[in-house]
Structure formats: structure tokens, C-alpha cells
């Protein structure tokens, strides 16, 4: 059982950076793989990026380069660096979390979900 809550969108221009964080609770964090969701208006949810419990991550290619994915298992903390923002990364970021080994890029994978935040930037 994991409950999530990110924190940390906001407003920004483009080539602004920003960390995202998902809080998760439950005594078995540190055995989910956790990640990072977005979703822009009339499109579907789409990956980003994916850690592993001991740290392997994984990420889509519009983001690689620009984004870093890391959690903090004795915090019970996973987040998001995003740096050189673009306009078309504009979206409602969610955390997920997934009891499993390897790193799914499907959403339906995933069991639990943060309530999402938002992200916009502008040109």
C-alpha cells in the first residue's frame, strides 16, 4: 500500500529548470519501481521516467539529456530534475509506483497514483 503526493510545478519560460518531488508513505517503498507520468491536454499519459529500487533508471528520449529521475528510499522520496524546459513539456506531471523488478513504460502497470502537478512553460 503506497499513497503519493507531488509537489513542486509551476510556472516557467523555457530553459528554466525545476524539481518536481513525490512523497510516498508505506514501509515498503524502497521495493517499488517509481514513475514519473505526464499528460498535456487531449493527449494520453505518457512516460517519462522510471527508477528501479536500487537506482537503475530508464527514460523517454524526448526527456533524456534534460531530466533526472532519482529517489531517496530513507525519505521515502522520489524526484524529478528537469532542466532546459520546453514548451511541449508542458503537462500534468504524476508520480506512480509499481511493485515489480523492471521499469514499465505502460500506465496500466502501475498501482498507485499522486493526485498529478502541474507544469507549464512558455516560449
Known amino acids: 500500500q503506497v499513497h503519493l503526493v507531488e509537489s513542486g510545478g509551476g510556472l516557467l519560460q523555457a530553459g528554466d529548470s525545476l524539481r518536481l518531488s513525490c512523497a510516498a508513505s508505506g514501509r515498503t517503498f524502497s521495493r517499488y519501481v517509481m514513475g514519473w507520468f505526464r499528460q498535456a491536454p487531449g493527449k494520453e499519459r505518457e512516460f517519462v521516467a522510471g527508477?528501479?529500487?536500487?537506482?537503475?533508471?530508464t527514460y523517454t528520449n524526448s526527456v533524456k539529456g534534460r531530466f533526472t529521475i532519482s529517489r531517496d528510499n530513507a525519505k521515502n522520496t522520489v524526484y524529478l530534475q528537469m532542466n532546459s524546459l520546453k514548451p511541449e513539456d508542458t503537462a500534468v506531471y504524476y508520480c506512480a509506483a509499481d511493485y515489480n523488478l523492471r521499469i514499465a513504460s505502460n500506465p496500466d502497470d502501475y498501482d498507485y497514483w499522486g493526485q498529478g502537478t502541474q507544469v507549464t512553460v512558455s516560449s
Open positions: 527508477i528501479r529500487s536500487g537506482g537503475m533508471t
